[in-house]
């Protein structure tokens, strides 16, 4: 039986209080609902937004259940949370997305096999254990990334190798003990596709944005994305499909590989708000924080299609070196807007902000947020 909706007023909950839950719960909060936050951090970007926060490790599962009690629902911004806190939520309040469907996309090598065994297309990889079964796999599928399957994000726990020596040497510099050895494939552009899900069944799907990486950090989005209608709608198939499987109730992020040859390969999974999609606050009538509000309360979903052009580009801790960034330079480009998240220690690598962007067209947004960018810079 589908629960009923959750209306305006009521208290959520969130596991993570970083820029995901921060943004997610002032949309929370444009929309009437009081927000509560379990993070480790005691000055979390969320804490401004939240009514309670409690500071506490992932792994305490009390404190996990202090959050859920008095939460209408509760969901996520970060899926590396242990199993006994997820199920500690559970067994108090709805917790959206689940436990299986979160536990099976935080580990990567469980969230491949997961998706191998239901069908859904891959590039070649080989989950390994130990450091000879690395080489081995290196052998076999030539260049390679090898990642930790546990943590690992934004190009950390990752290591490019070339040779079965090299492979050895990166399970045993990772210290992982699991790790996935991914082949190198032949790569025309990123894509990723972002679903919302109701409990009930119900689904949408943002049209797909096209993102850039530098060393694994993303560097830039728009959307559109530029893609032909067949892989447009191919890809859109693929992320329903893969969501609807999980049973995933709020959101669910896919990132794709479109090879050159036109193959479309899925990369990884998110169970929560993406990085790529938040030029959604420009470029859609919903943005993928209130979309997320609005799925695990069970009310109506929000319309996805693009109404504007819109791009984003990361602002990372390195601009922060020689003090806090000036901004009027970028601002005085039209149609810019500057996001920060509100984190009190600028360091290398580590997200700070983002800049967006819209424009007439895809390309516009984007010269227009780079452009931003490069003032920034100098």
Known sequence: ????????????????????????????????????????????????????????PWADAGAAAELARGCAAVTLEIEQIPRASLEAVGAIAPLHPGVESVVIVQERARQKEWLLANGFPLGPFRT??????????????????????????????????????????????????????????????????????????????????????????LTWAVTPSGVD???????????????????????????????????????????????????????????????????ITGLPLGATAVVRPAAIHNLLGDLWAEGAPDFTRALAIPGVRVHLYGKHEARPGRKMGHLSADGATPEEALDRVCAAYRTLTV
Do not use: W
């Open 1 to 56: 039986m589908t629960p009923a909706p959750v209306p305006p007023g009521a208290t959520l909950g969130f596991l993570g209080g970083g820029q995901l839950g921060r943004m997610t719960a002032m949309a929370a909060r444009t929309m009437g609902y009081d927000v509560r936050v379990l993070d480790p951090e005691r000055d979390c970007p969320a804490r401004p937004v939240a009514s309670h926060v409690i500071t506490a």
């Open 128 to 217: 390994v254990r130990d450091a000879a079964s690395a080489g081995t796999a290196v052998a076999e599928l030539g260049r390679s990334i090898v990642k930790s399957a546990m943590g690992g994000y934004d190009g950390r726990g990752q290591i490019r190798v070339r040779t079965a020596t090299e492979g050895v040497t990166a399970f045993e510099s990772l210290r992982a003990p699991v790790c996935v050895v991914e082949a190198f494939l032949d790569i025309a552009t990123e894509i990723s596709v972002l679903v919302a899900r109701r409990a009930d069944g119900a689904m949408v799907a943002y049209p797909t944005s096209r993102n850039f990486h530098t060393d694994g950090v």
């Open 229 to 295: 209608a067949t892989r447009e709608t191919q890809a859109t198939t693929l992320a329903q499909g893969i969501a609807e499987r999980l049973g995933i109730v709020g959101l669910l992020a896919t990132e794709m590989f479109v090879l050159r040859d036109g193959t479309l390969l899925v990369n990884e999974l998110a169970p929560r708000p993406h990085n790529t999609y938040h030029h959604s606050e420009r470029a859609h009538p919903t943005s993928q924080f209130e979309q997320l509000v609005r799925a």
